[in-house]
T-cell receptor
Framework: TQLLEQSPQFLSIQEGENLTVYCNSS?????LQWYRQEPGEGPVLLVT?????EVKKLKRLTFQFGDARKDSSLHITAAQPGDTGLYLC????????????FGKGTKLSVKP | EAGVAQSPRYKIIEKRQSVAFWCNPI?????LYWYQQILGQGPKLLIQ????????DSQLPKDRFSAERLKGVDSTLKIQPAKLEDSAVYLC?????????????FGAGTRLSVL
C-alpha cells in the first residue's frame, strides 16, 4: 500500500509570511498533483508535476518535484488570507493509468 | 461550462438505514470517480467508471456499497445498510478520460452523517 505523508498537518501564520508544505513517499510517483480544497467544496487542481527536479510556479506558489520523484514541496511567498484552505498532494503510481493516492492534507490558516 | 453537480449536499441518517447520492458529471466527460473523504483525511477512491463500465472498484466495500452509471452519464452511489464509520463527504469527480494528463474536476460533495 502506497502512503503519502504530508507535513505539517496544520499551519497558522500571519499575512505576508512565507511557508513550505511537504509531501513524501517511499515509492516513486509517475506524477504528482497539488490541490487546494476550501470548506464545503471539492478539491481544485493547482498543478501537475511529472519530471524529477521539475519546478513550476503559479503566481506566489512554487511547486517542486524531487529528483527521485518520491517527494514534493509547495512554497507560498507572502501568504494572503485568500490562501487559507486545505492543501492536498496526490501521487499517481504505476504509470499514467494508475489511480491517485491522496495525502491527508495540510490545513493552512492565514490571518490578516 | 457547468461543473460536476452532486445532490443532496447534506444527509443525516441513522445506522442501518439506506442512502443514495447522485452525481452529474461535466458534459462529455467519459470518466467518473466516486471518492470518500473522512474528516481529517484526503479523498480515497471508491470506484472509477469509464463510460458505463467499471474500471476499478477495488476499494469499494461491496457488502454495503454499490454504484452504477447505466447510461454512461450520471451516476448513483448507494450505501445499504449504513454504519457509523460511513460518516464522510462523498465526492464525485469527472475527467475527459483516465490517465495522468487528464484533469479531474470535483463536485462540492455530499456530507453524510450517520447517527
Amino acid at each position: 500500500t502506497q502512503l503519502l505523508e504530508q507535513s505539517p498537518q496544520f499551519l497558522s501564520i500571519q499575512e505576508g509570511e512565507n511557508l513550505t508544505v511537504y509531501c513524501n513517499s517511499s515509492s516513486v510517483f509517475s506524477s504528482l498533483q497539488w490541490y487546494r480544497q476550501e470548506p464545503g467544496e471539492g478539491p481544485v487542481l493547482l498543478v501537475t508535476v511529472v519530471t524529477g527536479g521539475e519546478v513550476k510556479k503559479l503566481k506566489r506558489l512554487t511547486f517542486q518535484f524531487g529528483d527521485a520523484r518520491k517527494d514534493s514541496s509547495l512554497h507560498i511567498t507572502a501568504a494572503q488570507p485568500g490562501d487559507t484552505g486545505l492543501y492536498l498532494c496526490a501521487g499517481r503510481y504505476g504509470g499514467s493509468q494508475g489511480n491517485l493516492i491522496f495525502g491527508k492534507g495540510t490545513k493552512l490558516s492565514v490571518k490578516p | 461550462e457547468a461543473g460536476v453537480a452532486q445532490s443532496p449536499r447534506y444527509k443525516i441518517i441513522e445506522k442501518r438505514q439506506s442512502v443514495a447520492f447522485w452525481c452529474n458529471p461535466i458534459s462529455g466527460h467519459a470518466t467518473l470517480y466516486w471518492y470518500q473523504q473522512i474528516l481529517g483525511q484526503g479523498p480515497k477512491l471508491l470506484i472509477q467508471f469509464q463510460n458505463n463500465g467499471v474500471v476499478d472498484d477495488s476499494q469499494l466495500p461491496k457488502d454495503r456499497f454499490s454504484a452504477e452509471r447505466l447510461k454512461g452519464v450520471d451516476s448513483t452511489l448507494k450505501i445499504q445498510p449504513a454504519k457509523l464509520e460511513d460518516s464522510a463527504v462523498y465526492l464525485c469527480a469527472s475527467s475527459w478520460t483516465s490517465g495522468a494528463k487528464n484533469i479531474q474536476y470535483f463536485g462540492a460533495g455530499t456530507r453524510l452523517s450517520v447517527l
